[in-house]
């Protein structure tokens, strides 16, 4: 059984040194039963703040946070069918595993023999059958990581919130882990809200990301639609490289204020394969980097107007490009995407 | 509370539920329960200890009934500076610069060891070497300097052995200092302070000269200063919060003990000694309580140079 | 004050001699006077306090503890440390569940409150209660002993409690709390079982400090005897020396285990917090 999450116009607004935080202001989101939802935005955008006050460990200052319609702003983390994996994990070092993850069974009141029998299934699910009877300190970060999964879940919740689970880890254990998280998220059908500041973990494991910046929510949309239509600059240059042309620069190429189009969908056509119709644009390469499977090129326009990055694959290229070298740009017209508000 | 639903987080009623979650919500009132009695019990008790201290050095003693005056008067503080209490009060304030002194010259040598020189088992022995004596009994380590002081005690012996009874001799003829014996002379009270306090200094500086950064001394020696010159240029001064938090202690202990004097020295008075016996002894509660304010005075100056030394953050 | 080695590197050569004569030399002049106690404790002699002594002899232990007031100064002392260390153990984990980590206004007046009877000569306090007491007209008790000593007792349970409290992590409760634990439970399954060995080390230092203390007892316990109390009237009027010695020893030994163990227990904590 899995719940909806609802925040209604919710603010959360502190004072620090001082100064007034608005750390979450004014931000309205439904996440649907059973999906996988991200938040996503750089640190200090409000993203963590969200999560923490879906599971009651900050209050908001104004809103209302519905799970299935129920109001349960004001309620305690234990009064509320969500729970959290946090983000060092926070095993209690003095119990051993399998105590910590029988604990939210045993402050229920369930007897010693079942909620043992349960924690020890639940540490077969996240494939750690035998370390029960060790203590924290004695596992490794990943080990850390799925102890706390397992414990999160004992209690069947119906919202499980993740805090930048997979931040401590390196790169292919994080890897590993997010498609793990995902097929358990599908095989368990309850609602995952993940807050990560990794686009590319958002990009492949979500499905829906809500983009915070600076305490508000800019865009909530699938994937594909956030990668391709993002509604604000800072969607557009968060999620991937992007070209953003404003003002003039933007007119130059169709009839709008703000335009954006990813370097990969940029075409380069060099000298060599100038069979087709002249290009849309032409320009000098400025720089070059290598990137495994492309180059990114930064091309310098021939009649003024900003420099725009491009990717040129490496296979089908005859030698790399080099610097000075003139290239043609072209892209197909669905391609490039209008921003509609250059601010939310 | 059934687990036959564990997915059923719903409303919790218990008592210590809604207990909790009202501690939860309204963060002030938490706080608030949890500082009640500690602050009541200090308010109550301790501060208003103190109120009455204060009170009480305004109202007199009547001669003829022995009975407390409950009259503001000024009385107490005109005789606080009648010459023989400002000569206590002198005596006492020369007495704890002298142990303070003394204790920061003695103590940061092995400071300055235990800090950077000691490891491992040899650094615990060390310090658990200092925190005994800090910690064991006050009145135990008094009187075990009592037995070393006595006149056919231990150093007399050892000075005998040496040939060097003379010079005990000539110290104790000495006119401010001296006495008929080690534990009847202003000396003796002294060297005892001495030790008493000693481990008092020797932490905080050691702590202090921990936490200078190896890379400060080695940019030192990198720049072609001597050890000695490191020692005196770079040390030495960032030691000095820590020589100023310990020199809290030595000061503010000797300026108000009554019972090192009285059990060893000779019949000088000191400012704790004249509390004492005048809420104990001369029933004039009164007059002893404005007496201990000058003690309070004087720390406060104290305190106040120390806080300006940095003293505060090496506690 | 806590001990740091993580900063400093470890000089090239090693100390002077005069440096290692200087640190070693300091630690026999604070030692040795409580070696010599103990040598005492087993003189034969009982008139003086001669050096070196005569003989030895275990006769003064028997005799010692066959001294009545020996007894009921021991166990006045007793009852008072318990009934200090429990009261101060109670205010010191409040206000330390109080000051830990939460910001207010009046959080550093408090803290310098609560270290104040410390900080203070043992003069003022004691002449301080005394007063009050006078005013309100209380007379001397077991219990105006024990509300001067768990005064100055809550400052060591509280250094101990913060200590602890600010290492743990604050995640933790927030994970009890996520996992149904309300605030009850998890101050009883998470917050003590970590506070514990802090809490037990602060009773440890509270019991020894409140056994021994003199001063503010002189001021507030009128007629009564605690053990500090007879051995400072011993001190200024001898009665059997010898029986005096026997009790110095004594005092040693039952100050000694509770500082060494709250130390270890110190120790222990921040390693397994280190690892």
Redesign the interface.
Known sequence: ?SSSVSLRDVSCVFRSAGKTVHAVAGVNLDVQAGEFFTLLGPSGSGKTTCLRMIGGFT?PTDGRILIDGQDVS???P?????NTVFQDYALFPHMSILDNVAY??MV????KA?REKKAQQLLETVQLPEVGQRKPPQLSGGQRQRVALARAL?????VLLLDEPLGALDLKLREQMQSELKSLQRKLGITFIFVTHDQHEALSMSDRIGVFNQGRLEQVASPADLYNRPSTRFVAEFVGAANVLQGADARRYAAAEALMIRPERVQVRRRADDTAPGPRVSGVVREVQFFGAFWRLQVQPLDGGAPLLADLPVQGSDHAPVVGETVGLDWVDGDLHIIEALHP | ???SS???????NGL??R???L???R?GLL?GV??A???L??GI??????L??L??SFFRLDDFTGQ?VREVGFGNFVEIFSPTNLDVALRSTLMAVAVTLSCAL??F??A??????A?GTQ??L????????L??????????????L?K???I??VLQALHLQWLLDAVLALPVVGGSSLSFSPLGTYLVFV?MW??FM???I??A???????Y??ASADLGAS?AQTLRQVIIPLAMPGVA?GS?FTF??T?????IP??IGNSTLY??QV??RQ?GVAGN?PF??AF?LV??VI?GVYLWLAKRKGAFDA? | ?????T?????QR??SL???L??WG??L???I??A??VL?AFSSEDK?????PPALTTQWFGVALERQDVWDAMKLSFQVALWATGMAL???T??A??LAR?R?FGRDA?NL??I??I???????G??????Y??LEIPFSFWTIV?GH??FC?VVVYNNAVARLRRIHPGLIEAS?DL?A????TFRYVLLPQLGSALLAGGL?AF??S??E??VT??TAGQQTTL?IW??QE??RPRQRPV?NVV?VI??AL??IP??LA?WLT?ADEDSHNR
């Open positions: 059984m209050l004001q309620n305690p234990y009064a509320r069918p969500v939210g069974l229920r009141g369930v007897d079942s004992i209690n069947e919740p119906q | 509370m059934t687990a564990p997915t059923s987080a719903a409303a919790r210590l539920d207990l909790s979650t501690l939860y919500t963060r706080l949890l500082l009695p500690p602050l019990w200090f008790i301790y501060l208003g200890s103190l009455s201290l009170a009480n407390v003695l103590g040598p092995m300055y060891y235990m800090a950077r020189y490891r650094k615990a060390l310090y658990v070497a200092v925190m005994l004596p910690w064991s009994s006050y009145l135990v380590r008094l009187y075990a300097w009592k037995l070393l006595a056919e005690g231990a007399s012996w030790y000693l481990p020797i932490l905080p050691m702590a000269i921990e936490r200078i950064p190896g890379s001394l080695e050890p938090a809290i503010s202990l300026l108000g003990d009554y019972i009285q059990v400012i704790g509390v004492y809420q509660l002893a309580a201990s003690p309070i720390i506690l | 004050m806590r001990s740091d080695t900063r400093t590197s470890r000089p090693g100390a005069g440096l290692k200087a640190t300091c630690v002049f604070l030692h006077p409580l010599l106690i005492y003086s306090y001669v050096f070196p109670v205010l010191g409040l206000a569940g109080a939460t207010f408090i409150l609560l104040l009877p900080a203070l000569p043992g003069v003022i306090t002449i301080a209660l005394r007063s009050s006078h005013a509300i768990a005064t809550v709390m149904g309300n605030a009850f439970q230092l020894a400090l056994f021994d003199v001063i002189t001021f500090p051995m400072l001190l200024i005096t110095a005092m040693i100050t000694f500082i060494v130390y120790r």
